[in-house]
């Protein structure tokens, strides 16, 4: 079993930046790929950013060139720098972990707020 735990959202103005953290525990060896995904009021749960074992990197395009997934292995942990938020960033950030055959697990969610 792996549990995810999230760190690092809060309330900023439109053009600031924030740094979410994702540290993994448990059975985390056979872990593919690990992401950011968000939730906004009334609207489904959509990719953020996504990135393999090896790096592999994927953004929607709402954020391309603003945020940026990085990843270390050795600790297990995922973090997502974002950069030049906007109104339109505001919702819950939920981690997640991803394994082979479809497996998932996600995190509790951090909210992100973005003022104008």
């Known amino acids: 079993q792996v549990q995810l735990v999230e760190s690092g959202g809060g309330l900023v103005q439109a053009g600031g930046s924030l740094r979410l953290s994702c540290a993994a525990s448990?059975?985390?060896?056979?872990?593919?790929?690990m992401g950011w995904y968000r939730q906004a009021p009334g609207k489904q749960r959509e990719l953020v950013a996504r990135?393999?074992?090896?790096?592999?990197?994927n953004y929607a395009d709402s954020v391309k060139g603003r945020f940026t997934i990085s990843r270390d292995n050795a600790k297990n942990t995922v973090y997502l720098q974002m950069n030049s938020l906007k109104p339109e960033d505001t919702a819950v950030y939920y981690c997640?972990?991803?394994?082979?055959?479809?497996?998932?697990?996600w995190g509790q969610g951090t909210q992100v707020t973005v003022s104008s």
């Open positions: 448990g059975s985390t060896n056979s872990i593919s790929d």
């Open positions: 997640g972990a991803f394994w082979a055959l479809g497996r998932n697990t």
């Open positions: 990135i393999s074992r090896g790096g592999t990197t």
